[in-house]
């Protein structure tokens, strides 16, 4: 469910179950041809007009939404995402000062907090979470790094890509957009360029790596180019949706260009042009769940949860095992207020935070739906889960402890709601 777009100073980052599956399609291969776990390593998405990426407090990356926009080909994004891991293995973010590492641990610490406390809506999972505070400009101004550092990275992204069987050119193309920037004031440019300095030693040396790759020609797959453009169009729609309208008008009937016209039109209010363009998706492509999604945060905005709530069913049925996906159908059955639906939205809510013990909102939903359906116990000991993801430990001890009370002696919620009494103590030391 997307959160509700609330304005604050500092950084704004993007949730959203297909944007992340598509990224994780770009990484995957990198990562593991850097010998990396790709689920130890976690990719941020910040709601960001202007080309960035970078990486921050261990095997973190962080990717500006204006950079995914403003990629033609995946083989751009995967350059990009080659080129950051290069720091990652190069160990050049532990190598930093102490004043480093405490900004960007600061700065995940924000991120968790700011998605964890964002407050469903309705609207799918394309939604955004506000980070409060100046980490923005501190990230910027530490995470610049030296020549070699960046010229060792390059040639870190020419041999992850070479392994991965992809073509280093998409990298290449990219600083070649970059290129275009250098003669820019520093207060002009974007973030890219002040902290991954661009160099015409650099520029030079990719180019002769293409030109001796045996992948130097070789297209991205189709199937991962149909995935970029529904990315970009959906981000488009969201994001700007008067230019997702200009981009891709009505005599478009091109996947990408319904998708980000049903997008945009919904982001409008204009409903009833939302869902002729998601009927028209959804009926071409039965099987795809982020069309039934879409077709659901629609009717849902337009006031039809009863309607709303089986293109949800769908999405999910789909795809079960995406967290944000169960997280707006439970939403959906608990705003029908039905005993049967919110005892289903308790299954589902739990699977959400099983999968994601930080997600602030599916343990506040949960809360809340349990609290309805009279466990006074759980929905207390949810409610200090909550304060816990939320790096609040003096609320989260004052819940545990009123859960104690209230829950059955030795039973595996009675010892959870210890636990999380015991850490809450050790966290408010350590603060």
């Given at each position: 469910m997307a959160?509700?777009a609330?304005?604050?100073?500092?950084?704004?980052f993007?949730?959203?179950?297909?944007?992340?599956?598509?990224?994780?399609?770009?990484?995957?291969?990198?990562?593991?041809?850097?010998?990396?776990?790709?689920?130890?390593?976690?990719?941020?998405?910040?709601d960001?007009?202007?080309?960035n990426?970078f990486?921050?407090?261990?095997q973190?990356?962080?990717l500006?939404?204006?950079?995914?926009?403003?990629?033609?080909t995946p083989l751009?994004?995967?350059?990009?995402?080659?080129?950051?891991?290069?720091h990652?293995?190069?160990?050049?973010?532990?190598?930093?000062?102490?004043?480093?590492?405490?900004?960007?641990a600061?700065?995940?610490a924000?991120?968790?907090?700011g998605?964890?406390?964002?407050i469903?809506?309705?609207?799918?999972d394309?939604?955004?979470a506000?980070?409060?505070g100046?980490?923005?400009?501190?990230?910027?101004s530490?995470?610049?790094?030296?020549?070699?550092q960046?010229?060792?990275?390059?040639?870190?992204?020419?041999?992850?890509?070479?392994v991965?069987?992809?073509?280093?050119r998409?990298?290449?193309?990219?600083?070649?957009?970059?290129?275009?920037?250098e003669?820019l004031?520093?207060?002009?440019?974007?973030?890219?360029?002040?902290t991954?300095?661009?160099?015409?030693?650099?520029i030079?040396s990719?180019?002769?790596?293409?030109?001796q790759?045996?992948?130097a020609d070789?297209p991205?797959p189709?199937?991962?180019?149909?995935?970029?453009?529904?990315?970009?169009?959906k981000l488009?729609g969201?994001?700007?949706?008067?230019?997702?309208?200009?981009k891709?008008p009505?005599?478009?009937?091109s996947?990408?260009?319904?998708?980000?016209?049903?997008?945009?039109?919904?982001?409008?209010g204009?409903?009833?042009?939302?869902e002729?363009?998601a009927?028209?998706?959804?009926?071409e492509?039965p099987?795809?769940?982020?069309?039934?999604?879409l077709?659901?945060?629609?009717?849902?905005?337009a006031?039809?949860?009863?309607?709303?709530?089986?293109?949800?069913?769908k999405?999910?049925?789909?795809?079960?095992?995406?967290?944000?996906?169960?997280?707006?159908?439970?939403?959906?059955?608990?705003?029908m207020?039905?005993?049967?639906m919110d005892?289903?939205?308790?299954?589902?809510?739990k699977?959400?935070?099983?999968?994601?013990p930080?997600?602030?909102?599916?343990w506040?939903l949960?809360?809340?739906?349990?609290?309805?359906?009279?466990?006074?116990g759980?929905?207390?000991l949810?409610?200090?889960e909550?304060?816990?993801?939320?790096?609040?430990?003096?609320?989260a001890?004052?819940?545990?402890?009123?859960a104690?009370?209230?829950?059955?002696?030795y039973?595996?919620?009675?010892l959870?709601?210890q636990d999380?009494?015991g850490?809450a103590?050790?966290l408010?030391?350590?603060?």
């Open positions: 959160p509700a609330v304005q604050a100073k500092g950084l704004r993007i949730r959203d179950t297909e944007i992340e599956n598509t990224i994780r399609a770009y990484s995957t291969p990198i990562f593991l041809a850097a010998g990396l776990d790709p689920q130890a390593v976690d990719v941020y998405l910040i960001d007009p202007r080309l990426a990486v921050a407090g261990g973190n990356m962080f500006h939404t204006g950079l995914l926009l403003r990629a033609e751009q994004v995967m350059g990009v995402i080659a080129h950051e891991t290069g990652i293995t190069g160990g050049h973010i532990v190598s930093r000062s102490e004043e480093v590492k405490k900004t960007t600061a700065l995940i924000s991120y968790v907090l998605i964890g406390t964002a469903a809506t309705g609207r799918g394309a939604g955004a506000i980070i409060s100046g980490q923005g400009a501190a990230v910027s530490l995470l610049a790094y030296t020549r070699g960046e010229a060792a990275a390059d040639q870190a992204a020419i041999k992850l890509l070479e991965s069987g992809y073509s280093p998409g990298l290449l193309e990219f600083f070649e957009i970059l290129g275009d920037q003669a004031l520093s207060s002009s440019q974007d973030p890219y360029i002040r991954h300095p661009l160099t015409q030693d650099r030079t990719l180019r002769a790596a293409v030109a790759s045996r992948y070789k991205a189709a199937k991962m180019v149909a995935m970029h453009e529904r990315m970009r169009a488009l969201y994001l700007t949706p008067q230019k997702a309208l200009r891709y009505d005599d478009d009937v996947v990408p260009a319904r998708y980000a016209r049903a997008i945009a039109y919904l982001e409008r204009e409903m009833d042009a939302a002729q363009e009927d028209s998706l959804v009926k492509f099987e795809d769940p982020y069309f039934h999604e077709k659901g945060d629609i009717l849902f905005h006031g039809r949860v009863a309607e709303a709530r089986p293109s949800y069913v999405a999910v049925e789909i795809l079960p095992d995406a967290p944000l996906l169960r997280r707006a159908l439970a939403h959906v059955q608990m705003e207020n039905q005993p049967e005892k289903e939205a308790v299954e589902h809510l699977f959400v935070t099983q999968r994601e930080r997600n602030v909102t599916g506040r949960l809360a809340g739906v349990q609290g309805r359906l009279g466990d006074k759980m929905s207390t949810a409610q200090a909550a304060a816990l993801a939320m790096n609040n430990p003096r609320e001890k004052g819940f545990a402890q009123r104690l009370k209230l829950l059955p002696e039973s595996p919620g009675w959870r709601a999380i009494d850490l103590d050790r408010r030391k350590r603060s």
